[in-house]
């Protein structure tokens, strides 16, 4: 059984579709800033990659979370690629799996003050925290009756949630999976993060020598993901397969990497196997590349270590910033468009080689060879996670 | 699918360790029910609460271990712990043991707390030890540093349905051979807030929990941690095995179990869907008055149900004791071990989680 | 009381050290690494904190202040340097 991409979604602030996105991406376009929506009590606001809309056209009148309606939104997009049509969608079994951190937390500030000045706040925002898990509510508004899974694994939890729906599809649980992730800003993690010292008071610059951390950022990517079989069934052209996913812990530390990167080796390595490819094959790595300090020294040495400098590398996160739960879904649908377009973009922000990352990330636009993507995620709690994507024929 | 139960651990209302919970189903113990007082704007509300506690955690960790460590983190520690223990197993290559939590809301308390360092403090004052443990993943994280457990990690959440995916998952895994063993738990804690918010949603003047009583608001927050390690081999404990996991919505397509365990816990928008049920010839049993209702309490009933084809007896519902008890069941039921039993949750979209464990080999 | 001693309780109360009083740690100790009390990098980042709450003081790039955090006297010193404190 093979697992065949038919369908991408991504909102980000790159862009609100991938044909946004993309030229964005290749023209080295970003421009992070201090929120407009998010207000802190900082005297100097680390910037961050937001989307300017509101979002409210995505489905008017409803109380939905903005994570669910960036969700909504890259679930539409995808869906309309991939040419799947309602009806057909009843007759299958149809999984969700979506990776989040802010879309299964309560921790609605409003309410929680309230409740704490003996405010007596009504219940509105508990329910719709509720009706708002990012997998049930897919599921529940489209009447899908496969598997719903929202997977809170931090910052690898969209990887994860593309490799289970190749596990899902594997063993027989459902016919279709969407798969992704979606992720807000929000007070908490920006604040939470600002509290780990790692963002950074300017944009970002992955694996650059003198960069300062990272800059959040929200948005959504999702993949319709089928057996290759069904998919050729019903004529739809198959972009990419899933053709390897991995995930293993350092069990080192809370919040920081294992020194020597050993979780994370060894979750490529397992990849590669399950691929069926050498390190050579690979044609270019999306990269965690946070630029925090930490997450780029031990990525840049384990890189260095597996594929040596032969096999070029990004971080897209200089053009999406950080968007946690969202990001493992939103890096596998732009890795994915950049084995289909033949190239990977430049990584913005990086300039200065950094000795102790060992390797540097594109500095161009630069064009790929062969047919296979890697994308990596690293995860707070030393979880790590490698997907290993294959372009369709 | 076949994934053995080689060991459990149980963090629950009546104590720690699995034979606390047997302690609960032969009716030797009862659950620690604590009665909170929640304020609200028709005055102080009282509310009995099903509490736990991770007692005896340092057998296992040093203190100064464990300074960072919130009460649901221990709880989930210890569970773990007891899961290895009650194994008998010594894992050697730890590298091949994954671990899948679920919870139905994470460590809400800690996310709360974090909230309260901005609030009391200012936004320069966020803790970043409370933000990093108010993630749902700490849990895993914790753990996974605690046991040095270096396989896959994965947190999954949601709500009712978070048992039945955790399961799934362990049992793929282990399938796909990408683990020897996983270590597999779920659990939910209780807060204030979720004090304030069952009061609100109907659970003024309960006294008890009447799972029975789908159409009624019986409802008491509980809290607890169970773990189970799993494996593919036969378990030297015979807990029995995860034979199949289904997931859907309406009536779950049954096969003749000798047992389906209900998880209804009193919530009267999920209870609606176990009276439509149709009952079919097997026994039904109902537990969350021994630990209290949460999204995550399907996996309690599965660590019931790996207990009852253990000691290959069913054990009474707990629901009314003493002079109100039903004449129905009230009795130890001997059952065979290769039976089955079917743990089954709702949601309140009328969503279902199935899973069927079995003590055939 | 000192300055040195009352971030002595600081640290321990609100980095909820165990096993291990005010007096028990010299103004010199190391207060990372295995050769003095053995705080980590999340400790690092809850001192800043700490130093904010109790005392106003901002501590931006935790690179640049490593020195700051050898021992609680050089905390002392840098709390006093900013802010005049005895």
Known sequence: MQAGITGLGCICAAGDSLDEIMPALYSANRNPAPSKRVEAGLENLPPVFEIASDLNHINPGNDETRTTLLLLSAVNEALSQSGLEADYLKKKRVGVVIGTTVGSTLNNEPFYRAYRAGKFPDMQPIKRYLTNNPALYIANRYQWDGPAVTIANACSSGTDAVGMAKSWLRGGLCDIVIAGGSDELCRTTYLGFNSLLNTSPEPCRPFDKFRKGLNLGEGAGILIIEKERSAQERGAKILAFVAGYASSGDAYHPTGPHPEGAGLSRAINIALQEANARPEQISFINAHGTSTVDNDKVEGKVIEQIFSDKVPFVSTKAYTGHTLGAAGGIEAVLSVRALLDGQIPATAGFKDFDEECKVAPTTNNTPIKGNMAMSNSLAFGGNNSVLILKAGQ | MKASILGIGTVTPLGCGIETLLSGLEGTAQPNIVEHTVETAKGGIALPVYTSAAEGLDRFIPRNKLRRIDRFLQMALLSSFHAIEDSGLNLEDRTRIGIVFGTGYGPLQTSFDFLDTLIDDGDKCASPTLFANSVHNSLVSNVSIALKLQGPCLTLTSFEMTSSSVFSTASAWLEEGKVDYVLTGVGDEYCEVRGYSTILSGSENVSAIKPSAFNDCTYLPGEGFVSFLMGKEKGRKAYGSISSIETGSGNPVKPDHSALFLAANGDRSTGCHYDNLQKGKDLTRLYSPLYGGMPAGQGFDVAIAALSLKDGRLYPSPEVSGAEQKQAEPQIREILHSDSIACLQYDDNGNFGLITLSGKD | ?86
């Open chain 3, 1 to 86: 009381m000192s300055l040195e001693n009352e971030l002595k309780e600081l640290i321990i109360k609100d980095l909820k050290l165990v096993d291990i009083t005010p007096e028990e740690i010299k103004d010199d100790d190391f207060l990372f690494g295995d050769e003095g009390i053995g705080l980590d990098s999340l400790d690092a980042v809850e001192l800043v904190v700490l130093l904010q709450k109790h005392y106003q003081v901002e501590t931006k790039d935790l690179e640049e202040s490593r020195e700051v955090f050898t021992s609680v006297k050089t905390l002392a010193d840098y709390v006093r340097s900013k802010t005049g404190a005895a």
